[in-house]
């Protein structure tokens, strides 16, 4: 009993192992001979002609090579598996040295010629004079073009630098219709078995799709890749820096007018805006529709240094004036800013400031009161007001202006996850 159970697992690994036999040189000849003997390129390698050629396409994405958006290009590196069925090259193996398949010159036989419809620069089918076509003894045939495919991509850079594009590679029969070539993918994803990651992009999805062709018009299949854009290094080097001098452009108010370096302080954090504006629009593309969300965010944060400068220079001026404060701008400033005497405080002759008492004050005779020292309001009192007026105004407005644009990048953020 244990021989019958030995000779039957060498049976049944016999049976597996396909015997090998030496094809000659002489057999690959005669092969291709005989197979391209009357053969017509130009013809579907179908019996009835009514029939159309089934093709399965599967695409191998190997890496993205760019997605440049000022261009409107996007170039993968990837390889097309193709195959079908050619039912006019077969053969019997046993008449060649049991040759079961056979390599063929694409000018040699029949294979689809698909063309990238939506290229980057000109129209062209897939394959080269030097690639070949593998064909199997029972018709079943295969075509593997790789190429780098250059493809038109509007980019919608409306949440730059959190966005996200979606780019299609489309592809056609040239010349067949619908009824003449089939063309059926074979996954409805594109294969990552051999992607290489991007460093400045990642691959968040794909899909394949069918588009039906009729009478008139051939199949066409659609190569769907979402990309999104890794950040990171545009925070740290563009949207983190445009934060801080937004930030610190207030600080303009804090600096003593003496100092002599208001001005030049403003005026650089305004040009250092203009800089990250300029080098910013060079990397969008110059549309108008749709404009990032950040254009609008530096422009905003360039008025507001604008008009700090303006008000800088104009508050330099009232600084340096010798002449009287008059009196209705003695009021307002007194009732904007709560001036010490509003608050029951009097200062003396010696500017040393004093409580005051409020009932003892009440008690004072009207006319003695005019002998109360009234603190003398100058020019660089109303100077310091508008400081921290324009300050605590400044400053509000940094804040909304920041706390909305922040707000609506991570709401595309969000939702480009979710996706």
Request: hydrophobic share 45%.
């Amino acid at each position: 009993m244990r021989y019958v159970h030995v000779v039957v697992i060498i049976l049944l690994i016999l049976s597996s192992v396909r015997i090998s036999y030496c094809v000659s040189y002489n057999n690959s000849v005669d092969l291709m001979r005989d197979v391209l003997d009357g053969y017509d390129a130009r013809q579907r390698p179908v019996s009835d002609q009514s029939h159309p050629v089934v093709v399965t396409v599967s695409f191998y994405l190997l890496t993205i090579q760019e997605f440049n958006e000022v261009a409107a290009k996007f170039s993968v590196y990837g390889l097309l598996i193709l195959g079908w069925s050619d039912q006019i090259i077969t053969w019997d193996p046993k008449d060649y040295g049991m040759a079961y398949s056979a390599l063929f010159r694409l000018s040699d036989v029949w294979y689809p010629k698909l063309v990238l419809t939506n290229p980057y620069t000109k129209l062209s089918d897939l394959g080269d004079d030097w690639m070949t076509i593998r064909i199997y003894n029972s018709g079943h045939t295969t075509f593997v073009p790789g190429a780098v495919f250059d493809t038109s991509c509007n980019a919608d850079v409306t949440f730059y630098p959190f966005d996200t594009q979606i780019c299609i590679l489309s592809f056609n029969v040239w010349s067949y219709v619908g009824t003449e070539v089939y063309l059926h993918p074979t996954v409805d994803e594109v294969l990552l078995d051999f992607f290489t990651e991007n460093g400045e992009w990642d691959l968040e999805n794909t899909r394949v799709q069918r588009t039906a062709g009729e009478h008139y018009t051939s199949d066409k299949l659609h190569f769907i890749f979402t990309i999104k854009r890794k950040p990171e290094f545009l925070i740290v080097n563009v949207v983190l820096p445009i934060v801080f001098m937004s930030i610190i452009n207030i600080l303009v108010f804090i600096l003593p007018a003496e100092s002599g370096e208001r001005v030049g302080y403003s005026v650089t954090v305004l040009l250092a805006l203009a800089v990250f504006m300029t080098l910013v629009g060079d990397n969008l593309p110059k549309t108008s529709e749709p404009v990032p969300i950040l254009s609008y965010y530096l422009m905003i944060l360039l008025i507001l240094s604008t008009l700090m400068t303006v008000i800088t220079l104009l508050n330099l001026s009232i600084y340096f004036k010798t002449s009287q404060v008059p009196a209705c701008l003695r009021s307002t400033f007194r009732i904007l800013l709560c001036f010490p005497c509003k608050f029951g405080e009097k200062i003396d002759i010696n500017n040393k400031v004093k409580p005051v008492d409020i009932k003892d004050e009440c008690s004072i005779p009207a006319e003695n009161k005019a002998s109360i020292n009234e603190p003398e309001i100058t020019w660089q009192h109303i100077s310091s007001g508008i400081d921290l007026i324009a300050m605590a105004f400044f400053l509000l407005c940094t804040i909304i202006i920041n706390a909305v644009f922040l707000s609506l990048l991570s709401k595309n953020k969000d939702s480009a996850f979710n996706n």
